[in-house]
């Protein structure tokens, strides 16, 4: 067709529709066209797009970010896997090659390491609840071992690591999040709540995260670290804290001085005494008593009969 033509189809200026021709080419449709009497705006014949209209990176994203683990505490697993076949089948064949490609390269394990995975029988139910908008009576243990039962709306579900949650809403508008591993009992109330319109899960997720933390009673601890027990503290600490080893100022002896902090003296003095000689405490005192007493007491306890 004309440009003229296809101006008058479109009800643009045909400034527009060769404006509109470059924009194609320039994203990769083969669109061209010829002067003359018989001339015009062309697509290549033999051209087709595909089904989805995804591109390379989009494809290789689609395939990258399904976890296993999670799916399955889900129950999806196997819909997710069917699901991923099916639209593997449906790409263009270029296309099928980068969803491989990614699916044998890239394995997402979302478990911590050494950690037991928390067993959660209550996870399916609260999942229902989730999706049909229905109210839940619960049973819940709180963190300090009290038992407490609530009614509540639940709003969503967030997994962080290997770790499940529940956000719901109570009556008052209060919203709160609990740990679905320490729900004890569980049941459907028969009642139906409507979902704020407002309420953005991730929204939410990050500000109770960020003031939880911030909330957190910290404990800055002075340590005087060997030479050769960077590699114990990576261990314990995670691979984060080696290039602040890297920095640390080195007394005369060599060992490099460095500052850490923790939940509570108790959780300092846990992980810690962990680490025997590897470390020394320099500062707070009371956490360097602490270590004393729990020493002392350990020797005691294995001091042969």
Request: glycine share 8%; proline share 6%; aromatic share 10%.
């Amino acid at each position: 067709m004309t440009a003229d033509d296809l101006a008058e189809r479109l009800e643009v200026s045909t400034r527009t529709i060769y404006r509109d021709l470059d924009a194609l080419s320039g994203a990769g449709v083969p669109v061209y066209a010829e002067r003359g009497p018989n001339g015009g705006c062309m697509l290549m014949e033999s051209y087709r797009t595909n089904l989805t209209g995804l591109n390379e990176k989009e494809v290789q994203a689609l395939f990258m970010f399904t976890v296993p683990g999670l799916l399955a505490d889900l129950g999806a697993d196997k819909a997710s896997e069917a699901a991923m076949l099916k639209l593997m089948a449906s790409l263009p064949a270029p296309f099928q090659q980068d969803a491989t490609f990614v699916q044998a390269r890239l394995h997402l394990d979302p478990a911590a390491w050494f950690q037991p995975e928390e067993e959660v029988p209550f996870l399916p139910l609260v999942q229902t609840a989730v999706w049909q908008n229905k109210r839940l009576r619960l049973n819940y243990r709180r963190g300090d071992g009290q038992w407490v039962k609530r009614l509540i709306d639940p709003y969503g579900l967030v997994a962080k690591t290997s770790v499940w949650y529940v956000v719901g809403g109570m009556y008052g508008g209060k919203i709160q999040v609990y740990r679905v591993s320490r729900i004890m009992a569980a049941e459907l109330t028969g009642s139906s709540f409507e979902r704020p319109a407002q309420f953005n899960l991730a929204n939410y997720w990050q500000q109770w995260r960020d003031r939880f933390e911030a909330e957190q009673n910290r404990v800055t601890v002075q340590l005087r670290v060997a030479p050769t027990s960077g590699p114990l503290l990576a261990l314990t600490f995670g691979e984060g804290i080696v290039p602040a080893l890297q920095v640390a100022p080195l007394d005369s002896t060599g060992c490099a001085t460095l500052s850490l902090s923790f939940d509570s003296l108790a959780s300092a003095c846990r992980q810690l005494l962990g680490l025997g000689t590897a470390v020394e405490v320099i500062a707070p005192a009371e956490l360097r008593q602490q270590l004393y007493e729990t020493a002392r007491q350990t020797m005691h306890q294995y001091q042969p009969a």
